[in-house]
């Protein structure tokens, strides 16, 4: 069984930086905490609104992380010419909305395919990987796959949010699906949005599934246990899972 890599996100580090201004606390040293404590990979969010992640953290990160870093940014000239300039190992494109308070849903690979081929193809021109953020739903995969992506990464929160039982297991054998068909169509499967240590094993168990990312909940438990405590929790927690299905 493959290992299941882990992203964290580091945004909402910054978030709380800039609630009252100044340098602290330092995604940079969360992104440092982060990789001694088991992650695979950074992720962090350029916003257009700059709500949380700024250039200059873009800049450090991409100059100093020895792991990989995951650019997530919108389908925008501004953001592809920050990529460009700081080639990360991957750009994640995300739908992105001013008035939302986190990204609510997957983009419309489908109905945008013409507007988002033209970043696609300069990303993977300059060898930057490409992911498309989008629901579990075989019309957005197939979209992907023609753009030329690298990756999806299904969006989770439906099934992370769902409060009774039936209704979970009904969003997980969506993903479930997905990830299968992504996998016939030559497309690596990430998954985020929403994962808790609560939810998490049942997605890290599918085994066409090679990376989650996480990020407002590790940011929120290491309040109370620290942030390397939460980061090896959720890494066994994973770990744990996908060893039970191997």
Request: charged share 25%; glycine share 8%; aromatic share 2%.
């Amino acid at each position: 069984m493959k290992h299941l890599r882990l992203g964290v996100n580091i945004d909402h580090v910054a978030t709380i930086r800039n609630a009252r201004g100044g340098v602290h606390p330092d995604p940079l040293r969360a992104a440092r905490i982060a990789e001694a404590a088991g992650a695979d990979g950074l992720t962090a969010h350029l916003r257009e609104d700059r709500r949380h992640i700024s250039d200059g953290d873009i800049t450090r990160l991409a100059k100093e992380l020895t792991i990989p870093l995951n650019f997530e940014m919108a389908a925008t000239e501004e953001m592809l010419r920050i990529a460009l300039d700081h080639k990360p190992h991957a750009s994640c494109l995300v739908p992105e909305k001013r008035e939302e308070r986190t990204t609510e849903g997957g983009l419309d690979v489908a109905g945008g395919h013409n507007m988002l081929q033209s970043y696609v193809t300069e990303l993977k021109s300059a060898k930057i990987r490409v992911s498309l953020f989008i629901e579990a739903d075989q019309r957005q995969l197939e979209a992907a796959a023609r753009l030329g992506a690298d990756i999806v990464e299904i969006h989770a929160g439906a099934y992370c949010d769902a409060e009774d039982g039936h209704r979970r297991q009904q969003e997980l054998e969506r993903i479930r699906k997905a990830a299968a068909i992504a996998e016939d169509l030559g497309l690596e499967c990430h998954a985020g949005h929403g994962l808790t240590f609560g939810t998490v094993g049942p997605i890290a168990a599918i085994p066409t599934i090679a990376e989650l990312n996480i990020g407002h909940f590790l940011i929120g438990e290491a309040i109370f246990i620290g942030l390397e405590n939460a980061i090896q929790k959720m890494r066994n927690l994973m770990d744990d899972a996908r060893k039970a299905v191997a």
